[in-house]
């Protein structure tokens, strides 16, 4: 420390010339700052010390300092030498913070200024240092450099970046560290412009609906030209100026694609189809409520179709089930195609789709989208070197009376489904009230069906087919009859419905196959010659895929031989869904010494190739060609293909002896009908036999 102001450094009496003249000045100048007021000090251009002030004793400033010792490592760092260096060569003016310890050992914090003293010709000849005691400065802005510290880590722990847009200057300015980010988050003229266009206007829409002052909160994608799909959260706030108007926007981004990514693969776990990736039913019964919400708070009309696949067990159970999920996957971009992007397109399992229109105007806009799909349903499958086609069932409702429950909509979506179904599938139909009694009392007619089965009232009444060459009765049909206890006995007409339902149609056709069979087993052992007993087979029957094991099976049980049972199968069975399949059942049956009967020829679409494929020995002319004389000509015709191609012809619905004449003219071969007998209880067939004339 300097103990006396009046320590200045004195000049050897050997030096002359200019460096004596710089010196003598600096000398001088020494004189001066002792003193000065404030804290200073002087050093000359070797960076000596020459001289220091009252101030700068006082308050223990460089206390390593001394008069004539060189200054530099007392009054700098190390990494200030240089600095202080070229101040005394070149007049390079700079500043330094300079902490000490006072009396009471409280630091301060000193401002020291570091500039040249020039002579005339602007050469540096010594270097003046003041300090200024800048404590409450210093803190202050030591505080503001930890906190904006702070906030620059807090932004990059986080990924956030933060962007200020001065209305008045359009000045934009970044902070944090997410270089990727800010690239994509500038724009020209308005924030929207970052925004991905398919996300823009819901954007616009929520900024628009914002209120004064609040914080507006926002997911989107960002507007990449490099297709990279990027999703931010954005915080947006408008700040206010002193005049109170707006000054500045602020918005904090932050980076969510990974949590996005992962949001969505949740969601497709929870509201997602794994097989279509359309929505399932979770997320349908989401979409319907906010239908019908809309729907009752706006007025909005709006639309529901129920789909499903006709026949897709049958696909299923004959070409494997990966081609009935090609198929699914099929129908669903048949139904993305045939409806608009904002319907919400639906499976709700299995085989069934829904499908929802909302913002509808009139009946049309539902039924132009069904068109589309039914004309998109006829076009072929490609699966594992096979083409197919399917078809569908579409029920369609539509809310447009504000008066009425829109929650019924999936009701009278779903009657309108079974009305389709019940047409004979391959069609849509729009509900219409009347429907929803009719379905009612379909319901009730099932239920009714299912307890007359448990109760053993369905039996079978026999139908005497003839043989008009030979002159006697060459067999019976076996027809199912309803012993109902209120309604006495019902013909299939009455509860027609049951055989629509595949369960009650497997159930019934078992009660008439071991009915027949019990039956025939009775006869037999009773020494009726009954002939051949004919018992109808469904198509729910061939589903199986077993049915010729199954009655193979049973004919042993019963111990009746193969040669006294005839199965009859419509056209519409054979040329139906899975026409393989029942071609094998049957070609296997026959090779067993079942006769297979083609029944209500004419009525199906059955081609010649077809009757040349199947085995069949009996084609049966449905009765609508037998009592109409306008279709004599199709009965001569059919009665002549079965001829010659070796197969017996039956004619249905001989009711009187002019039909008799006219089929036996034709060459008819066998004939069934009230002409010869109604269908009678089993218990009559044997006096019937007795007392047969033709």
Not at 280 to 293: C, D, G, I, P, T
Not at 380 to 405: K, V
Not at 452 to 467: K, R, T
Request: hydrophobic share 45%.
């Amino acid at each position: 420390m300097i103990k006396s102001t009046a320590e200045v450094r004195c000049l050897p009496e050997s030096e002359t010339g200019p460096a004596r003249l710089a010196d003598s000045r600096a000398v001088a100048f020494a004189q001066f700052v002792l003193q000065l007021p404030f804290a200073a000090a002087l050093l000359d251009r070797d960076l000596c010390l020459l001289a220091v002030s009252r101030e700068w004793t006082a308050h223990a400033l460089a206390p390593d300092l001394r008069p004539g010792v060189d200054a530099r490592r007392a009054l700098v760092a190390g990494e200030d030498v240089l600095a202080l260096m070229k101040c005394a060569r070149a007049g390079d003016a700079f500043s330094r913070y300079l902490p000490t310890l006072d009396a009471d050992g409280v630091q301060r914090i000193w401002r020291t200024e570091f500039s040249a003293c020039r002579d005339e010709g602007e050469q540096p000849y010594a270097v003046m240092v003041t300090a200024r005691d800048v404590t409450g400065y210093a803190e202050a802005t030591l505080r503001a450099e930890r906190d904006q510290q702070r906030l620059r880590m807090a932004l990059e722990l986080d990924g956030l970046l933060v962007r200020e847009y001065d209305l008045s200057t359009r000045e934009v300015v970044f902070s944090g560290a997410t270089p990727d980010l800010e690239k994509w988050c500038r724009f020209k003229n308005d924030p929207l412009e970052i925004i991905h266009p398919d996300d823009r206007d819901r954007v616009a829409a929520l900024v628009a609906a914002r209120k004064p002052g609040e914080t507006g909160v926002y997911e989107f994608r960002l507007d990449r030209d490099d297709g990279v799909e990027t999703w931010v959260r954005s915080a947006s706030k408008m700040l206010i100026g002193a005049n109170g108007r707006p000054e500045r926007l602020v918005n904090l981004f932050k980076d969510i694609t990974d949590r996005r990514r992962q949001t969505e693969a949740v969601e497709t776990l929870a509201f997602k189809d794994p097989l279509t990736d359309l929505p399932n039913r979770a997320l349908f019964q989401h979409k319907f409520q906010e239908a019908v919400s809309a729907s009752e708070l706006l007025g909005e009309m709006f639309g529901l179709i129920m789909i499903d696949v006709d026949h897709f067990k049958d696909i299923n159970d004959t070409l494997g089930h990966d081609a009935g999920d090609a198929l699914l996957k099929r129908l669903a971009d048949m139904l993305r195609h045939a409806f608009r992007a904002d319907d919400t397109v639906a499976r709700l399992g299995g085989d069934e789709f829904a499908v929802i229109l909302r913002g509808l105007h009139c009946e049309a806009d539902m039924l132009r989208p069904i068109q589309t799909l039914q004309e998109l349903l006829r076009r072929p499958i490609e699966h594992g070197g096979r083409s197919f086609t399917c078809s569908a069932s579409i029920g369609a409702a539509l809310h447009g009376d504000m008066d009425a429950d829109p929650s019924h909509m999936i009701k009278n979506a779903d009657i309108a489904l079974y009305r389709a179904k019940d047409a004979g599938r391959n069609r849509s139909v729009v509900f219409q009230p009347s429907m929803r009694s009719e379905l009612e009392q379909r319901i009730e007619l099932l239920r009714d069906v299912r307890a007359g089965i448990a109760a053993g009232e369905f039996v079978l009444f026999y139908q005497p087919v003839v043989d008009v060459r030979e002159g006697g009765v060459t067999g019976f049909e076996a027809l199912m009859r309803w012993a109902h206890p209120e309604q006495g006995i019902l013909a299939p007409a009455r509860f027609m419905a049951a055989f629509e339902d595949q369960d009650l149609s497997l159930k019934l056709g078992d009660v008439a196959f071991d009915t027949a069979l019990n039956q025939m087993r009775d006869w037999i052992d009773t020494g009726v010659d009954f002939g051949r007993v004919a018992v109808n087979i469904s198509a729910a029957q061939f589903r199986s895929g077993r049915l010729a094991e199954e009655i193979q099976a049973r004919l042993a049980h019963a111990r009746v031989p193969c040669d006294r049972l005839t199965i009859e199968v419509t056209e519409n069975v054979y040329m139906g869904w899975g026409s393989d399949m029942v071609s094998e059942t049957v070609k296997r049956l026959h090779d067993a010494g079942v006769m297979i009967a083609l029944d209500d020829f004419g009525t199906g679409y059955a081609s010649l190739a077809n009757l040349r494929q199947f085995p069949i020995d009996r084609l049966k002319i449905d009765k609508s060609f037998v009592q109409n004389t306008q279709d004599e000509a199709i009965v001569r015709a059919v009665i002549t293909l079965g001829s010659s191609m070796g197969m017996k012809v039956v004619a249905e619905g001989v009711e009187d002896a002019e039909q008799l004449a006219k089929l036996i003219g034709y060459g008819c071969d066998q004939v069934q009908g009230y002409h010869f007998g109604r269908p009678m209880p089993a218990a009559e067939v044997p006096g019937f036999l007795a007392g047969f004339k033709q």
